[in-house]
């Protein structure tokens, strides 16, 4: 008779790993399996984003977004330091190019504020003084925002949890998942895995895995492409901060940004191009599959609807270098073409309501046995760690009484998590 693994997890990227890592390390025991349907792990959006921690200045406040990213912002630091994964904190600012973007400057303050994170207002002058490349009428700093190595962070983590008995199935790719008995059945395109529990964390294919379990309904993921380019070699010295514009508050997007990126790289991007495909990073061909299941959900059609402008903007910003240029030239004028060189895309895996509202906050979907984290788009690289926390404690709050696990104080969790 086949083994039945307490926790199977599926997804190799942050999320999915932080969630077997923290299980396993909570329950000491219990056996836990990942499986990954690539070769590797955090090869999709964790692989392939800004690698900012975000210090959780933007989201609606009580929401899970704000909650977990500040607290996720402390254990990042945390754990980076701990297992000597690359990390800086480097500081954020946030640059109104002229007077009609006080206002939205004035907003993002104030939802810090409501918070409880720091910014300090920086004039024109104090802005020069600190980013001589960097022109704007005001900026606020955040000094807790940072940049990490998150495939390092993967990567640690990956090799703590499989050193404490996890383990970890790469090129094993769900096809299917049924409840049954007191257990989870997960069919793969290459074994059966048995488990009491199963934890989704698939990115981009998380409506698709949801729909397995039945809790598919109601919404689904629509990738944005975020192209970037990179800024050549002699400017990661010269730029200290991570440089933002002010967001447009109607998208979860925060716009194209000079990014410093660990190894003494410099991006700007990412833009927020509506992709038709979710995995196609090279250039936006069409995917037929993907692009059936968008046009054949009206928030589809709602969504582009609403979102019109910008989607031809973006798509502008996508055809010309030029264009994707004159907007980082707001804020950094002295940048030129030949600075630029093509990065690695990213592709969100962001979730939209049959009402083609964007899902802002963090979506998690539960059955009896499984529990599917259907919208995680960013900040969850930097929220992975509360995200997990919370996943392990749904999970231990479901066990019949006679198998119910401990429920952790949160900060204890985390303290043990360094120390395993
Ligand atoms: C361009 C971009 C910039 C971003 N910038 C930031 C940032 O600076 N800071 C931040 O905090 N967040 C950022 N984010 C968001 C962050 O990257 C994601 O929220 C986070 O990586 C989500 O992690 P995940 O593990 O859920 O998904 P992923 O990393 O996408 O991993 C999902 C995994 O599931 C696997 N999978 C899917 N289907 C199956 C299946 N059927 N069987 C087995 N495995 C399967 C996939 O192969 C993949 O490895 C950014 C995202 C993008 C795309």
Redesign the pocket.
């Known amino acids: 008779m086949s083994h039945t693994f307490s926790l199977a997890v599926?997804?190799?990227?942050?999320?999915?790993l932080a969630t077997a890592w923290t299980y396993q390390s909570r329950y000491p025991g219990t056996s836990v399996v990942l499986?990954?349907?690539?070769k590797g792990?955090?090869?999709?959006?964790?692989?392939?984003?800004?690698?900012?921690?975000?210090a959780g200045v933007y989201y609606a406040p009580g929401s899970l977004k704000a909650t977990y990213c500040r607290r996720g912002a402390v254990m990042t630091k945390w754990l980076a330091e701990a297992m000597g994964v690359e990390f800086d904190i480097c500081g954020k600012l946030i640059v109104a190019t002229d007077d009609e973007e006080l206002p939205g400057l004035a907003a993002i303050a104030e939802r810090a504020a409501q918070n409880g994170v720091p910014l300090t207002r920086i004039d024109r002058d104090g802005l020069r003084e600190r980013e001589p490349h960097v022109a704007g009428r005001a900026a606020y700093l955040s000094p807790s925002t940072g940049i990490v190595d998150?495939p390092g962070l993967c990567r640690a983590m990956a090799e703590r949890f499989e050193a404490s008995g996890g383990t970890i199935r790469l090129g094993?790719?769900?096809l299917d998942i049924r409840e049954e008995g007191g257990k989870v059945r997960l069919i793969t395109d290459r074994e059966e895995v048995l488990a009491k529990h199963m934890v989704a964390?698939?990115?981009?294919?998380a409506d698709r895995?949801a729909a397995m379990s039945g809790v598919g309904e109601g919404f689904r993921i629509i990738p944005f492409r975020?192209e970037y380019y990179e800024v050549r070699a002699a400017w990661p010295n010269e730029v200290r901060h991570l440089i933002y514009p002010v967001p447009d508050p109607s998208l979860p997007f925060l716009g194209v940004h000079l990014t410093r990126m660990v190894g003494n790289r410099l991006t700007v991007g990412?833009n927020a191009m509506l992709s038709f495909g979710r995995e196609c990073y090279g250039s936006n061909i069409p995917d037929p599959r993907d692009l059936l299941d968008a046009v054949t959900f009206p928030g589809y059609w709602k969504l582009m609807l609403r979102h019109r402008k910008s989607a031809m903007s973006e798509l502008a910003g996508s055809l010309s270098k030029r264009i994707f240029l004159n907007r980082c030239q707001r804020y950094c004028p002295s940048l030129t073409l030949d600075d630029l060189t093509p990065w690695p895309t990213?592709?969100?895996?962001q979730a939209v309501g049959a009402d083609g509202q964007m899902i802002e906050d963090f979506l998690i979907r539960e059955t009896a046995r499984t529990t599917h984290?259907c919208n995680?788009?960013?900040?969850?690289?930097?929220?992975?760690l509360p995200i997990a926390e919370h996943v392990c404690d749904r999970i231990a709050a479901r066990q019949t009484p006679a198998h119910r696990l401990p429920q952790r104080d949160p900060a204890k969790a985390a303290e043990q998590l360094l120390t395993t």
């Open positions: 599926v997804g190799g990227g942050i999320l999915g499986v990954e349907r690539d792990l955090a090869r999709h959006q964790t692989g392939r984003n800004s690698g900012v921690i975000h998150f094993t790719k769900l964390c698939a990115g981009l294919q895995i975020g990412p990213g592709i969100r895996a984290v995680a788009p960013s900040p969850a690289a930097t929220s992975a």
